[in-house]
């Protein structure tokens, strides 16, 4: 569902969304999100985006691959700004309102896409189904929250899988 810029009112638009989607756009992702959404033009093409979103993202723990769910909370504020063609020479430094600007192209703004991006944002960058998660095994893949496979890991970050690479470069 597209939103035409040109039909936004000079007064705003307020949107309740509910939906779910892929996040990761592989089939296998499903994320439930609702959202509360105020858009309100600034002028010259710029839009003022806030609000909120709650969703639940089916994600993998990072240390032993276990699917799980993910509770995301959001607040959502940024400008929407058309993209204009950068010239590439010219440094600019950003100033710290051009921050949370984010840039569109074309006549119609995806909400969709836009609550996307800000769940990934709001992602944990480790994301771990339990603090104490043991992760799997470096040495044979087990699962060691499932299973002690009583490999020997001791010093294996040390010598381990590439310290052949290791020992080539210190030639």
Same mark, same amino acid.
């Not at 597209?2 to 638009?13: A, Q, R, S």
């Not at 959404?37 to 993202?57: D, K, W």
């Not at 020997?152 to 470069?169: M, N, P, Q």
């Given at each position: ?23 990761? %756009? ?22 003022? /985006? ?49 921050? %949370?600007?984010? /840039? ?7 909400? %969709? ?18 603090? %104490? ?39």
């Amino acid at each position: 569902m597209g939103i035409k810029i040109n039909e936004i009112p000079t007064e705003g638009l307020t949107l309740e969304l509910a939906r779910n989607v892929d996040l990761f %756009d592989q089939g296998r992702s499903a994320t439930t999100f609702t959202a509360a959404l105020s858009i309100r033009p600034v002028g010259g093409g710029v839009f003022h /985006f806030t609000g909120s979103l709650q969703a639940t993202a089916e994600i993998e723990c990072s240390r032993c691959l276990t699917r799980f769910p993910q509770v995301v909370v959001a607040e959502i504020n940024f400008n929407l700004a058309p993209a204009k063609v950068i010239n590439e020479e010219a440094e600019h430094e950003l100033e710290r309102a051009e921050l %949370d600007t984010e /840039f569109y192209q074309g006549e119609e703004i995806d909400p %969709d896409a836009i609550i996307k991006e800000q769940i990934l944002l709001a992602l944990p960058m480790v994301p771990l189904h339990s603090p %104490d998660c043991k992760g799997l095994c470096p040495v044979c893949g087990t699962d060691r929250n499932l299973a002690e496979c009583g490999c020997e890991t001791e010093g294996w970050g040390k010598a381990g899988a590439f310290s052949v690479l290791r020992d080539i470069f210190r030639k």
